[in-house]
């Protein structure tokens, strides 16, 4: 079965470059949502799309940006990177009104140096 | 702080041996949700177990949720090397439907 598909899977920026994360839902799948996990913690709640739409915002510093397209996948774009930035950062997808688990892709790993 | 806290932080145990992890969260909830991570891997989804449930099963592993205590458990019965890695509650607000992770249980089976 086809899984949340995320690119790339690693990436290293230099401080105060800009990134882009690609996040690919599992088809049908309407609503994208973006998790942050820095080293050693939980994942945090970033930002949330719901039929192109942002639905949700959490965490997401004011350097962040992130929109979800016609063909429902999701970019999250980070300028002005920052030591700080670098985790694993998550998309999961779901189908609207679905209470049951999200799917994640298995993640961005962003290293800034 | 919506978010859950789990208990205990880090876990050994023998393979063949029970494993408990506990999580405890602040605000009411209409689902409570038990993910695994491998080191550096993506979050798996366990099992999903509603505000107006008490326990589910699934294969070797049992929650039980009580909602008066704000608290819910994970049980990995029988437990073996490959289930070495991370355990984290998530559990959502009443508006939206995005999740609020713990900061997990680390676990380590030993063959």
């Known amino acids: 079965a086809a899984g949340v598909i995320q690119s790339p899977r690693h990436l290293i920026k230099e401080k105060r470059e800009t990134a882009t994360l690609k996040c690919y839902p599992i088809p049908r799948h309407d609503t994208v949502y973006w998790y942050q996990q820095g080293p050693g913690q939980d994942p945090q709640f970033l930002i949330s799309f719901y039929e192109k739409m942002q639905s949700d915002k959490g965490s997401i510093p004011d350097r962040f940006s992130a929109q979800q397209f016609s063909d429902y996948h999701s970019e999250l774009n980070m300028s002005s990177l920052e030591l700080g930035d670098s985790a694993l950062y998550f998309c999961?997808?779901?189908?609207?009104?679905?209470?049951?688990?999200?799917?994640f892709g298995s993640g961005t790993r962003l290293t800034v140096v | 702080s919506q978010q859950g806290e789990e208990d205990p932080q880090a876990l050994s145990i023998q393979e063949g041996e029970n494993a408990t992890m506990n999580c405890s969260y602040k605000?009411?909830?209409?689902?409570l949700q038990w993910y695994r991570q491998n080191s550096g891997r993506g979050l798996v989804h366990l099992i999903l177990i509603r505000s107006n449930e008490r326990e589910k099963h699934s294969g070797r592993l049992r929650v039980t949720l009580d909602t008066s205590k704000k608290s819910s458990s994970l049980l990995i019965t029988a437990s073996r090397a490959a289930d070495t890695a991370s355990y984290f509650c998530?559990?959502?607000?009443?508006?939206?439907?995005?999740?609020?992770f713990g900061t997990g249980t680390s676990l380590t089976v030993i063959p």
């Open positions: 999961a997808s779901s189908f609207s009104g679905n209470t049951y688990g999200y799917t």
């Open positions: 998530a559990t959502d607000w009443n508006t939206g439907n995005q999740f609020y």
């Open positions: 605000t009411s909830i209409n689902n």
